[in-house]
């Protein structure tokens, strides 16, 4: 076994056909980088996972709500503001969500764009099998080094913000003395390590974007790792930028302290619809106070506690001198032009308008199609890069605001869709997919999470059916999954409908738990059918070479 810097490092060999990638990504000193990583930040991720454990206890215990901190004062009330952001980050108006570069046709057609940016994906839509991790790592290499044919040069290109997986993952392929390597550190190292440089000197990066973080010692962790890697590389400190994703509620708490911690690195902050609401489940679902109502017909970013959460992240960011950037439209378009095409388009504008009219300075999409769309609607209504003059001195919001559950109740049509995407979004992660349509949309980890949080939560209260008064029961759910399986046997072979049952048995093992599985991505990791599948096998981890 070889040392890397006095530490044991082990790994997956390549899959098959990787072998080019492998070699090119995992160089020796490549492999010293990521565990000098791993070495240095290692036991600080245990120590926020453990404070993450902690909180949730003493919120169970105490039944607390949460509220902004009053430890923190000096940071909420003072005057400073972010570091500047290079040109090429100050117009944010539209970028390409969801966009794993494990699928390098869909990657392929995102630098083709005419996008801002492009949210080069390895969490919500991207699902981290070996195959797709080092062939995600490996087609961001080869943009970046310009070895996509029919692909510009990166400095023409739309801006790489570059996704690496939340606090939650690890990275089961690579181990350094014993442990495995927390996901984030592996894909923010290897990205980092390969393309950081030319990023810089091309005047398009390193950019990021963070998730999942849930307050401001967590961002504060970041900046450090940033600034680590930077004079590691030997690249000026505070080149690194990342946008934080507000996706948690008890970091909309925290958002001036998160963007203080990051004001040498920050590129602002995004609000996620569905990661957002999926967390009140998370934090709070054993409540009767905090069941939220179908998400198909009473959540969405008219309502109140989702209005106040957006308002009060563009009046935090642009107090702050940082861009507020919306959630991604996850709309798919017909595949033809006409009345159902023009109609679709103009759903999606008409909800990104209300977000520009707020205040935002840019959102996502994920249709390409919809990027000229977009770019026409703020070309119309907001022409210039940014709306950070817009202060928003009107808003006030107070914890109750961000607290406030809308009205609603649950309809048959939406817990059914609720198992059908959890049921698509694990059978999806079985064949190493991050994400997939459904009726008319794409479906990730977050519209996953949210779906199956709202069936745990259902059935944990017993919650009605609006039309029928019947109660969601576990009983109710196994026969609406049922109903799924029939309606949805593959044609195509019996180790479809087999993968889909497994599926299948796997969403229901997970809505009716005692405990609440904090994410469905963590469970799905360590499942031993997720594993098997995409031959993931501890007993096949070897030893680097010894020319380390």
């Known amino acids: 076994m070889s040392k890397v810097l006095n530490s044991d490092v082990e790994l997956l060999p390549p899959c098959g056909g990787q072998e080019k990638a492998y070699s090119i990504l995992l160089t020796p000193q490549a492999i010293r980088f990521v565990a000098d990583m791993v070495l240095e930040f290692n036991s600080k991720v245990d120590q926020i996972l453990r404070e993450r454990k902690q909180r949730k206890l003493e919120v169970d215990a105490t039944n607390a709500r949460p509220d902004f901190r009053t430890d923190t004062l000096h940071i909420q009330q003072g005057s400073w503001t972010v570091d500047p952001v290079p040109k090429c980050l100050v117009n944010r108006h539209v970028d390409l969500g969801d966009v794993s570069p494990a699928n390098i046709e869909h990657f392929t057609t995102s630098l083709q764009s005419s996008a801002q940016g492009i949210q080069t994906d390895f969490d919500d839509g991207h699902c981290p099998t070996w195959r797709t991790q080092i062939g995600g790592l490996y087609n961001v290499y080869r943009a970046v080094h310009n070895q996509i044919p029919g692909v510009p040069s990166i400095e023409h290109a739309p801006i790489l913000m570059l996704r690496p997986r939340a606090w939650n993952m690890e990275e089961p392929n690579m181990m350094v003395n014993g442990v495995v390597v927390p996901g984030p550190l592996f894909d923010f190292a290897l990205l980092m390590y390969h393309n950081a440089k030319i990023l810089l000197d091309k005047g398009c990066g390193p950019f990021f974007y963070l998730s999942k973080i849930e307050g401001y010692r967590e961002a504060r962790l970041w900046d450090k790792i940033f600034t680590w890697a930077e004079v590691k590389l030997g690249l000026p400190l505070g080149c690194v930028k990342?946008?934080?994703?507000?996706?948690?509620?008890?970091?909309?708490?925290?958002?001036?302290?998160?963007?203080?911690?990051?004001?040498?690195?920050?590129?602002?902050?995004?609000?996620?619809?569905?990661?957002?609401?999926?967390?009140?489940?998370?934090?709070?679902?054993?409540?009767?106070?905090?069941?939220?109502?179908?998400?198909?017909?009473?959540?969405?970013?008219?309502?109140?506690?989702?209005?106040?959460?957006?308002?009060?992240?563009?009046?935090?960011?642009?107090?702050?001198?940082?861009?507020?950037?919306?959630?991604?439209?996850?709309?798919?378009?017909?595949?033809?032009?006409?009345?159902?095409?023009?109609?679709?388009?103009?759903?999606?504008?008409?909800?990104k308008l209300s977000e520009i009219k707020a205040g935002v300075d840019g959102f996502m999409v994920y249709d390409?199609?919809?990027?000229?769309?977009?770019?026409?609607?703020?070309?119309?209504?907001?022409?210039?890069?940014?709306?950070?003059?817009?202060?928003?001195?009107?808003?006030?919001?107070?914890?109750?605001?961000?607290?406030?559950?809308?009205?609603?109740?649950?309809?048959?049509?939406?817990?059914?869709?609720?198992?059908?995407?959890?049921?698509?979004?694990?059978?999806?992660?079985?064949?190493?997919?991050?994400?997939?349509?459904?009726?008319?949309?794409?479906?990730?980890?977050?519209?996953?999470?949210?779906?199956?949080?709202?069936?745990?939560?259902?059935?944990?209260?017993?919650?009605?059916?609006?039309?029928?008064?019947?109660?969601?029961?576990?009983?109710?759910?196994?026969?609406?999954?049922?109903?799924?399986?029939?309606?949805?046997?593959?044609?195509?072979?019996?180790?479809?409908?087999?993968?889909?049952?497994?599926?299948?048995?796997?969403?229901?093992?997970?809505?009716?738990?005692?405990?609440?599985?904090?994410?469905?991505?963590?469970?799905?990791?360590?499942?031993?059918?997720?594993?098997?599948?995409?031959?993931?096998?501890?007993?096949?981890?070897?030893?680097?070479?010894?020319?380390?």
């Open 242 to 351: 990342a946008t934080v994703l507000i996706e948690n509620v008890l970091a909309a708490f925290e958002m001036h302290e998160i963007l203080y911690e990051l004001r040498k690195h920050s590129a602002g902050l995004n609000c996620g619809l569905w990661d957002y609401s999926a967390s009140f489940v998370n934090k709070f679902g054993h409540r009767p106070d905090f069941v939220l109502p179908d998400r198909h017909k009473y959540v969405n970013m008219e309502r109140h506690f989702l209005k106040s959460y957006l308002a009060l992240t563009i009046k935090t960011c642009h107090q702050r001198g940082c861009t507020a950037t919306g959630g991604m439209s996850a709309l798919l378009l017909p595949s033809k032009k006409g009345l159902e095409y023009n109609a679709a388009v103009e759903k999606a504008c008409r909800a």
């Open 368 to 548: 390409i199609g919809l990027l000229q769309p977009m770019q026409q609607l703020w070309a119309k209504f907001a022409p210039s890069p940014n709306q950070l003059a817009i202060l928003r001195s009107d808003v006030n919001v107070q914890a109750k605001d961000l607290l406030l559950m809308p009205s609603g109740g649950v309809t048959l049509s939406g817990l059914k869709t609720n198992i059908a995407v959890g049921i698509l979004f694990i059978d999806s992660w079985l064949i190493g997919r991050g994400h997939f349509p459904h009726s008319g949309s794409v479906e990730d980890s977050a519209t996953a999470e949210i779906s199956r949080s709202q069936v745990w939560q259902w059935i944990r209260h017993g919650t009605c059916l609006e039309d029928s008064k019947r109660p969601v029961t576990r009983r109710l759910v196994i026969d609406l999954i049922q109903a799924f399986l029939a309606d949805n046997k593959p044609t195509s072979s019996s180790d479809s409908h087999r993968r889909l049952r497994v599926s299948a048995n796997i969403f229901l093992e997970l809505v009716t738990r005692k405990d609440f599985p904090e994410f469905i991505t963590t469970y799905m990791n360590s499942n031993i059918s997720f594993r098997a599948a995409n031959h993931l096998d501890f007993a096949n981890l070897t030893p680097v070479s010894s020319n380390l």
